[in-house]
T-cell receptor, first 114, second 113 residues
């Protein structure tokens, strides 16, 4: 039972354009969402997060949008750069659970072409 | 500088052998976690510990064991009972705060021959 789904295994974008990575979830108990970036043979690094009481959070080139009614979140990267090429995971946490007990999606491979 | 150190980075094991993966952190975080990554899948939680001398099973704990004798250390033993142990193992830590994110180590790749 995949509670967090990233339905696009890969995404290819031209440098300077917008990258939009999508994530859907099914568990209504999730109240905090995070995006992580991962390079091969390395651990994931935290990018940005959003609480369920918000619908948008911005940090530089990265913006996360949350649509609770649709149980959908997205990560926008503007402008995209070749160094953004990596695997992006969305993750969710249910209220009342251990803070690090996250449920991850399968990941989306982003390739940004120069 | 602070961080999480996992060792070894690569490990080969024969079937039937137990193996222990090391995880050390100097971030002074109370909580530590072990996740497993398989190709095409998200990270799945094996075990976690919110405080020294206490730990809980995650979603896929069968065939694994852990200990938390020191705040800085959270080793994972992959036992012979784990049916499919070949994977990329990630250790993480966090402060116990609602908005605290996980900090991950660089991972250990275990291959069973």
């Amino acid at each position: 039972d995949q509670q967090v789904k990233q339905n696009s295994p890969s995404l290819s974008v031209q440098e300077g354009r917008i990258s939009i990575l999508n994530c859907d979830y099914t568990n209504s108990m999730f109240d905090y969402f995070l995006w992580y970036k991962k390079y091969p043979a390395e651990g994931p690094t935290f990018l940005i997060s959003i609480s369920s009481i918000k619908d948008k959070n911005e940090d530089g080139r990265f913006t996360v949008f949350l649509n609770k009614s649709a149980k959908h979140l997205s990560l926008h990267i503007v402008p995209s750069q070749p160094g953004d090429s990596a695997v992006y995971f969305c993750a969710a946490r249910a209220g009342g659970t251990s803070y690090g007990k996250l449920t991850f999606g399968q990941g989306t491979i982003l390739t940004v072409h120069p | 500088d602070g961080g999480i150190t996992q060792s070894p980075k690569y490990l080969f094991r024969k079937e039937g052998q137990n193996v222990t993966l090391s995880c050390e952190q100097n971030l002074n975080h109370d909580a530590m976690y072990w996740y497993r990554q398989d190709p095409g899948q998200g990270l799945r939680l094996i075990y976690y510990s919110q405080i020294v001398n206490d730990f809980q099973k995650g979603d896929i704990a069968e065939g694994y064991s852990v200990s938390r004798e020191k705040k800085e250390s959270f080793p994972l033993t992959v036992t012979s009972a784990q049916k499919n142990p070949t994977a990329f193992y990630l250790c993480a830590s966090s402060i116990n705060r609602r908005t605290g994110e996980l900090f991950f180590g660089e991972g250990s790749r275990l291959t069973v021959l």
